[in-house]
């Protein structure tokens, strides 16, 4: 069989067209197939997988699903705690970690009778990939696994584009669930911060740090942020916010939108490679053509969104891995080694700065957007580059497009846009309001249905 | 220019954040010394000193509960 959405294989379950042991196999089936060539899982409960669905078939025989999520095979990026189950953090350092509960996102996923279809790869830490010198090797892009997944989210994106699961939990400090999803074809919402729970979730960065839904489609998205979205008081960032039905906003239309594009990001400050200009040049067409409005906008130059966030993001991590970097700084990959190094350069001044144009750059996108519904920009600057690509200080290579949204909290979704000359997917990146993560999803989900983007998978994964 | 980071000064913030690295780990964070200090230069706009960081809160009705 071929691997559904999760909204279409929700419908086939309610309508008992579909088992949830028949789909499990089917992705089990994709990750026996891709596995040995992109590495997307660091754990594979396959046993475990089998037992769920068979208990979520035999609940929606008797009493129906509880939900869409009920039998449907999903992943979770190894930095999430899984009682009973590793989590490694792709660290020589937890090499024996058992979590004795599960991180809240984990438990929410499991309550809506997911099944578990393994723990995936992960740049150590979130942070500083591709490694080689890690207990696993670094996930590989499906489209052609020559070429880098991004990350750090990057199991996540390889094993939802391969269809070995139907959707995965990925964290995002500066673009960990937006730039897999960009480079893998797939969609990636970072929710606005404090919208979906951190707790038992390895930090990152503390301020910068979101987790959040990474599936086929945008739709598929809004379905998994239904389960995940609400307030923890396990974790101190936590929003009490009115949760909306996410999969009801998805109209299909976008009478009324206002969207801003913001052009000198992508343009001018770095400008992208043409077939993600095509892309986004396309993607406004169809926003018109769908009944939006679109119109510029300005705001301070990417290269200062990106020495913000970079500055707060050092800082923070460093101090949240600093004891382990006094005593056991050589038991890093040499990637996360140089960012925990970095930290010593950063001083508390520099930090402090850093948090005031924070304040500054998050009071310009308000501005920028208030009479706007979403902006938009790119998601990443071009194809997937090849392994041997990225380099070894990429934060100081290129200026991010995705930290700008962890910056300012703000929701923001990465989706298809096209391919480009060597077959790779290249991607759009949808903006909107804090707590209108509803919005975003209707103009990426109104994007993937009036375009065809969806119905071309990887090679590896056919 | 930035400021110049000299061999002592890497060895006191080193020393400082308590992190020991061998001298061609120090040659390679000395090699972007300069587009870190670029990135420092970026978030010191005019801005006065009552200018607030991000973080700062004021309390809400749960502090009370």
């Given at each position: 069989?071929?691997?559904?959405?999760i909204?279409?294989a929700a419908?086939?379950i309610?309508?008992?067209?579909?088992?949830p042991?028949?789909l499990?196999?089917?992705?089990?089936?994709?990750?026996?197939?891709?596995?040995?060539?992109?590495?997307?899982?660091?754990?594979?409960?396959?046993?475990?997988?089998?037992?769920?669905?068979?208990?979520a078939?035999?609940?929606?025989?008797?009493?129906?699903?509880?939900?869409p999520m009920h039998g449907i095979p999903v992943?979770?990026?190894?930095?999430?705690?899984?009682?009973?189950?590793?989590?490694?953090?792709?660290?020589?350092?937890?090499?024996?970690?058992?979590?004795?509960?599960?991180?809240?996102?984990?438990?929410?996923?499991?309550?809506a009778g997911t099944v578990?279809?393994?723990?995936?790869?992960?740049?150590?830490?979130?942070?500083?990939?591709?490694?080689?010198?890690?207990?696993?090797?670094?996930?590989?892009?499906?489209?052609?696994?020559?070429?880098?997944?991004?990350?750090?989210?990057?199991?996540?994106?390889?094993?939802?584009?391969?269809?070995?699961?139907l959707c995965?939990?990925?964290?995002?400090?500066?673009?960990?669930?937006?730039?897999?999803?960009?480079?893998?074809?797939?969609?990636?919402?970072?929710?606005?911060?404090?919208?979906?729970?951190?707790?038992?979730?390895?930090?990152?960065?503390?301020?910068?740090?979101?987790?959040?839904?990474?599936?086929?489609?945008?739709?598929?998205?809004?379905i998994m942020?239904?389960?995940?979205?609400?307030?923890?008081?396990?974790?101190?960032?936590?929003?009490?916010?009115?949760?909306?039905?996410?999969?009801?906003?998805?109209?299909?239309?976008?009478?009324?939108?206002?969207?801003?594009?913001?052009?000198?990001?992508?343009?001018?400050?770095?400008?992208?490679?043409?077939?993600?200009?095509?892309?986004?040049?396309?993607?406004?067409?169809?926003?018109?053509?769908?009944?939006?409005?679109?119109?510029?906008?300005?705001?301070?130059?990417?290269?200062?969104?990106?020495?913000?966030?970079?500055?707060?993001?050092?800082?923070?991590?460093?101090?949240?891995?600093?004891?382990?970097?006094?005593?056991?700084?050589?038991?890093?990959?040499?990637?996360?080694?140089?960012?925990?190094?970095?930290?010593?350069?950063?001083?508390?001044?520099?930090?402090?700065?850093?948090?005031?144009?924070?304040?500054?750059?998050?009071?310009?996108?308000?501005?920028?957007?208030?009479?706007?519904?979403?902006?938009?920009?790119?998601?990443?600057?071009?194809?997937?580059?090849?392994?041997?690509?990225?380099?070894?200080?990429?934060?100081?290579?290129?200026?991010?497009?995705?930290?700008?949204?962890?910056?300012?909290?703000?929701?923001?979704?990465?989706?298809?846009?096209?391919?480009?000359?060597?077959?790779?997917?290249?991607?759009?990146?949808?903006?909107?309001?804090?707590?209108?993560?509803?919005?975003?999803?209707?103009?990426?989900?109104?994007?993937?249905?009036?375009?065809?983007?969806?119905?071309?998978?990887?090679?590896?994964?056919? | 220019?930035?400021?110049?980071?000299?061999?002592?000064?890497?060895?006191?913030?080193?020393?400082?954040?308590?992190?020991?690295?061998?001298?061609?780990?120090?040659?390679?964070?000395?090699?972007?010394?300069?587009?870190?200090?670029?990135?420092?230069?970026?978030?010191?706009?005019?801005?006065?000193?009552?200018?607030?960081?991000?973080?700062?809160?004021?309390?809400?009705?749960?502090?009370?509960?």
């Amino acid at each position: 069989m071929s691997i559904p959405t999760i909204a279409e294989a929700a419908a086939l379950i309610a309508a008992k067209k579909l088992s949830p042991v028949e789909l499990t196999k089917a992705c089990l089936a994709q990750m026996h197939a891709t596995e040995d060539t992109i590495h997307a899982f660091v754990l594979p409960t396959e046993e475990r997988a089998l037992t769920e669905a068979r208990a979520a078939e035999a609940a929606i025989m008797k009493d129906g699903p509880r939900g869409p999520m009920h039998g449907i095979p999903v992943g979770l990026k190894d930095i999430v705690d899984t009682a009973g189950l590793a989590t490694t953090c792709q660290s020589a350092i937890l090499q024996d970690n058992v979590p004795t509960s599960d991180a809240t996102c984990a438990a929410a996923l499991k309550a809506a009778g997911t099944v578990l279809m393994g723990k995936l790869t992960t740049h150590e830490f979130a942070d500083g990939g591709p490694s080689f010198d890690l207990p696993k090797p670094p996930a590989r892009n499906p489209w052609n696994p020559d070429h880098f997944t991004a990350g750090s989210s990057s199991g996540t994106g390889a094993a939802v584009a391969a269809g070995s699961i139907l959707c995965g939990i990925g964290t995002d400090t500066g673009g960990s669930i937006r730039g897999p999803a960009a480079l893998c074809g797939i969609a990636g919402l970072k929710p606005t911060y404090g919208l979906v729970s951190r707790a038992g979730v390895a930090p990152a960065a503390f301020s910068l740090d979101h987790i959040g839904p990474m599936a086929w489609t945008a739709e598929d998205c809004a379905i998994m942020l239904q389960v995940l979205a609400g307030h923890d008081p396990a974790d101190p960032a936590s929003a009490s916010q009115p949760i909306p039905n996410y999969q009801a906003a998805l109209t299909g239309d976008l009478k009324g939108v206002r969207v801003g594009v913001i052009r000198h990001f992508h343009e001018r400050d770095f400008p992208v490679a043409p077939a993600t200009q095509t892309g986004i040049d396309n993607a406004l067409a169809v926003f018109r053509s769908l009944g939006a409005t679109v119109e510029d906008v300005t705001v301070s130059p990417l290269q200062d969104w990106h020495a913000c966030g970079s500055l707060i993001s050092i800082v923070e991590r460093a101090s949240a891995y600093e004891e382990w970097a006094r005593t056991r700084l050589g038991d890093f990959s040499e990637r996360v080694q140089r960012r925990l190094h970095l930290g010593a350069l950063v001083s508390g001044v520099d930090y402090v700065q850093a948090t005031r144009r924070r304040r500054e750059l998050r009071a310009e996108l308000q501005a920028a957007m208030r009479n706007l519904d979403v902006v938009i920009t790119a998601g990443a600057p071009g194809e997937a580059p090849k392994m041997d690509a990225v380099p070894r200080w990429d934060v100081f290579a290129n200026p991010s497009f995705t930290i700008p949204f962890n910056v300012t909290g703000y929701p923001a979704l990465c989706v298809c846009s096209g391919f480009g000359p060597a077959g790779l997917p290249v991607s759009v990146q949808i903006v909107g309001k804090p707590f209108r993560d509803a919005m975003v999803l209707r103009v990426g989900d109104a994007f993937e249905k009036a375009t065809a983007f969806r119905s071309r998978r990887p090679g590896l994964a056919a | 220019m930035p400021p110049t980071l000299t061999d002592d000064a890497l060895d006191y913030l080193l020393g400082t954040a308590g992190l020991s690295l061998t001298d061609a780990q120090k040659t390679d964070l000395k090699s972007i010394h300069e587009a870190l200090a670029a990135m420092k230069a970026r978030v010191r706009q005019p801005r006065g000193r009552m200018a607030e960081l991000a973080h700062t809160y004021g309390f809400t009705a749960a502090d009370l509960t």
